[in-house]
């Protein structure tokens, strides 16, 4: 019995460290919103672009189409990620948009809201829902 005991009393906390640092991003998120703004200037939205999927080793998957300006634009490029904190993901994906360091604004277990900029005026918006 007190071998029991003392299992448990090492395998609840690891259990709780575990669960509580596993970051709620993993999963196929649909795009539900990419905005991209200028200050002073009219921005351009756009809706239901496509899909992420994280995986847990830090890799990922991108299925996004849309048009912008007229022009088509298909990301269909894996992805590395890392998550800092709770407050900032980083998308690591050769020559694509959506490649750079993102501030999390909303951080829920089915949706996020991420704001960053090109470090001029310009801020890039995403909305993702599971």
Not at 74 to 103: A, R
Request: with cysteine.
């Amino acid at each position: 019995m007190k071998l029991i005991i003392r299992i448990m009393t090492l395998a609840i906390p690891v259990a709780v460290l575990f669960t509580s640092c596993s970051p709620n991003i993993v999963g196929t998120w649909n795009v539900e919103k990419f905005e991209t703004s200028v200050e002073g200037q009219t921005g351009t939205s756009l809706s239901n672009i496509g899909t992420f999927t994280f995986k847990r080793n830090g890799s990922g998957e991108k299925s996004l189409n849309y048009f912008v300006l007229g022009i088509q634009r298909d990301d269909n490029v894996p992805f590395k990620w890392t998550w800092d904190s709770q407050s900032y993901i980083t998308i690591d994906s050769q020559g694509s948009e959506f490649s750079k360091t993102w501030i999390l604004i909303e951080n829920k277990r089915k949706s996020q809201v991420w704001k960053s900029t090109d470090g001029s005026n310009t801020v890039h918006e995403l909305v993702l829902k599971k």
